[in-house]
């Protein structure tokens, strides 16, 4: 009886390690804007900036990003970041990463992309995971919006 309720216990604990904080909330990320660094022939490059939010009472370190950007329901591009970050409490900041897009995206992009889409809107979604300093695991992130056009939108962002 006393080595089950032990294991319990490690277990409990271990568990515990594994996540942010008790009462503590996951950084929130969106797509605040994306810039072309270079075309090539096989692979598109893009400076993306991700508005990284920490919602929490306490600062956040970001250790490491990575994420896939879909772009009006298709891959667009992916990226990581490994640039310890620093987030205050409440607060937020636009974290500059690169990402790579394969010609094959971009071919099915131009051919699916409807004229009237940019006038509207593009829909976007990213999701990836971020890793900080108070979580032993990476934390995973999905959010989806609408950038350009006339649209508003609340993860916000030009691309």
């Given at each position: 009886m006393l080595q089950r309720l032990l294991v319990l216990l490690l277990a409990l604990g271990l568990a515990a390690c594994s996540g942010l904080p008790p009462n503590a909330v996951a950084p929130k990320v969106s797509v605040a804007e994306v810039d072309v660094k270079s075309l090539g022939l096989f692979e598109q490059h893009f400076d993306v900036g991700l508005r990284v939010s920490n919602p929490n009472d306490f600062e956040l370190k970001i250790e490491a990003l990575d994420f896939?950007?879909?772009?009006?329901?298709?891959?667009?591009?992916?990226?990581?970041?490994?640039?310890?970050?620093?987030?205050?409490?409440?607060?937020?900041?636009?974290?500059?990463?690169?990402?790579?897009?394969?010609?094959?995206?971009?071919?099915?992009?131009?051919?699916?992309?409807?004229?009237?889409?940019?006038?509207?809107?593009?829909?976007?979604?990213?999701?990836?995971?971020?890793?900080?300093?108070r979580s032993a695991s990476w934390l995973p992130f999905d959010r989806a919006g609408v950038v350009g056009g006339d649209a508003k939108s609340p993860g916000g962002g030009a691309i």
């Amino acid at each position: 009886m006393l080595q089950r309720l032990l294991v319990l216990l490690l277990a409990l604990g271990l568990a515990a390690c594994s996540g942010l904080p008790p009462n503590a909330v996951a950084p929130k990320v969106s797509v605040a804007e994306v810039d072309v660094k270079s075309l090539g022939l096989f692979e598109q490059h893009f400076d993306v900036g991700l508005r990284v939010s920490n919602p929490n009472d306490f600062e956040l370190k970001i250790e490491a990003l990575d994420f896939e950007l879909e772009v009006n329901g298709r891959p667009f591009a992916r990226g990581l970041s490994r640039v310890p970050t620093l987030i205050a409490a409440t607060s937020s900041t636009v974290l500059r990463v690169d990402a790579i897009m394969q010609s094959k995206h971009l071919i099915q992009q131009i051919k699916t992309l409807p004229p009237e889409s940019l006038k509207h809107g593009l829909p976007y979604r990213i999701k990836g995971r971020v890793k900080t300093d108070r979580s032993a695991s990476w934390l995973p992130f999905d959010r989806a919006g609408v950038v350009g056009g006339d649209a508003k939108s609340p993860g916000g962002g030009a691309i």
